[in-house]
């Protein structure tokens, strides 16, 4: 991508690695503390058959405004569906749609709406920046934004939909990084609900 030349740019990247890093080991930690504290096959004696049938659309909602510009903490939602064992494909293809939908909108404001909705949205600054890596990498550059889940997509979604990109890309490549992202996330919560003995 390049030098990142704008200072306001280079808090938005700094601040999502920051972020990932410090929820990471956050997790990292209750999952220590689980597994020396909680007793063995919890969520085996609870009920959730009520929360399983209706959790898939909460999950819909949460990753849809993750896919906007309120995230919402839908990747730890998306691991914690793991944890309490909903069906993974089910929730990694509920949570794919969701955050597709949710970029979706986006790059529908920024087709409609033009530069100037865009550049009020994410500045000036970060505008010029993100469209002078677009115009040396295109699709490069989308499908590395859509693959690494601290990059920030929602803003290169909007330079798509401003640019008229080609919506079934878009898609495609939107629906299948997240697809990728959702499985990788419910895997490691169900991997760590059985480490520290949940079922």
Same mark, same amino acid.
């Given at each position: 991508?390049?030098?990142?030349?704008? %200072?306001?740019?280079?808090?938005?990247?700094?601040?999502?690695?920051?972020?990932?890093?410090?929820?990471?080991?956050?997790?990292?930690?209750?999952?220590?503390?689980?597994?020396?504290?909680?007793?063995?096959?919890?969520?085996?004696?609870?009920?959730?058959?009520?929360?399983?049938?209706?959790?898939?659309?909460?999950?819909?909602?949460?990753?849809?405004?993750?896919?906007?510009?309120?995230?919402?903490?839908?990747?730890?939602?998306?691991?914690?569906?793991?944890?309490?064992?909903?069906?993974?494909?089910?929730?990694?293809?509920?949570?794919?749609?969701?955050?597709?939908?949710?970029?979706?909108?986006?790059?529908?404001?920024?087709?409609?709406?033009?530069?100037?909705?865009?550049?009020?949205?994410?500045?000036? %600054?970060?505008?010029? %920046?993100?469209?002078?890596?677009?115009? %040396?990498?295109?699709?490069?550059?989308?499908?590395?934004?859509?693959?690494?889940?601290?990059?920030?997509?929602?803003?290169?979604?909007?330079?798509?939909?401003?640019?008229?990109?080609?919506?079934?890309?878009?898609?495609?490549?939107?629906?299948?990084?997240?697809?990728?992202?959702?499985?990788?996330?419910?895997?490691?919560?169900?991997?760590?609900?059985?480490?520290?003995?949940?079922?």
């Amino acid at each position: 991508m390049g030098r990142i030349k704008h %200072e306001k740019t280079r808090k938005i990247i700094r601040d999502g690695i920051i972020i990932t890093i410090l929820f990471t080991l956050f997790c990292i930690a209750l999952l220590i503390l689980a597994k020396k504290y909680l007793p063995a096959g919890l969520l085996s004696n609870i009920d959730l058959s009520g929360f399983l049938d209706y959790g898939y659309l909460g999950l819909f909602v949460i990753t849809f405004f993750g896919g906007t510009f309120f995230p919402a903490g839908s990747p730890a939602v998306v691991a914690a569906a793991g944890v309490i064992g909903m069906n993974k494909t089910t929730v990694a293809l509920v949570a794919a749609a969701g955050y597709t939908v949710g970029t979706m909108v986006n790059y529908a404001f920024a087709y409609w709406l033009g530069i100037h909705y865009v550049q009020k949205k994410i500045g000036k %600054e970060v505008y010029e %920046e993100i469209v002078g890596w677009w115009n %040396e990498w295109g699709t490069v550059l989308l499908i590395t934004f859509a693959l690494i889940p601290v990059l920030p997509f929602n803003y290169l979604a909007l330079l798509c939909g401003l640019f008229r990109y080609n919506i079934v890309y878009f898609i495609l490549i939107n629906f299948g990084s997240n697809l990728l992202n959702s499985y990788l996330f419910v895997y490691l919560g169900g991997f760590a609900a059985n480490w520290i003995g949940l079922f």
